[in-house]
């Protein structure tokens, strides 16, 4: 009924950025929070940063300062800006959306994952 389609992974070089977005489709009646995660090799998923609908921001310490994540509301889409990358941001990054369906209660639904690699 809903679907999360990422794009915008790729291999970049260390100081370097990247735009990640998210679109939203489906029978969707309304979104609340939307985010991102992200998996490393050998590592748990960890969250990255997460917008409410009145788009609160919430960070990782890990990216403060370099990651901002935006939604257009209009068109069921978050991003994650991404400035200067680490090698550890190396990872991937998966979008996340607490959805409404109409007749059905709010449910979390995940994207299949972008892949993001930081090397030289």
């Known amino acids: 009924q809903v679907q999360l389609v990422e794009s915008g992974g790729g291999l970049v070089q260390p100081g370097g950025s990247l735009r990640l977005s998210c679109a939203a489709s489906?029978?969707?009646?309304?979104?609340?929070?939307m985010g991102w995660h992200r998996q490393a090799p050998g590592k748990e998923r960890e969250l990255v940063a997460t917008?409410?609908?009145?788009?609160?921001?919430k960070y990782a310490d890990s990216v403060k300062g370099r990651f901002t994540i935006s939604r257009d509301n209009a068109k069921n889409t978050v991003y994650l800006q991404m400035n200067f990358l680490k090698p550890e941001d190396t990872a991937v990054y998966y979008c996340?959306?607490?959805?409404?369906?109409?007749?059905?209660?709010?449910?979390?639904?995940w994207g299949r994952g972008t892949q993001v690699t930081v090397s030289l």
């Open positions: 917008i409410s609908s009145h788009s609160t921001t």
């Open positions: 489906g029978s969707i009646f309304n979104i609340d929070d």
């Open positions: 996340n959306a607490d959805v409404r369906v109409r007749g059905l209660p709010r449910r979390p639904y």
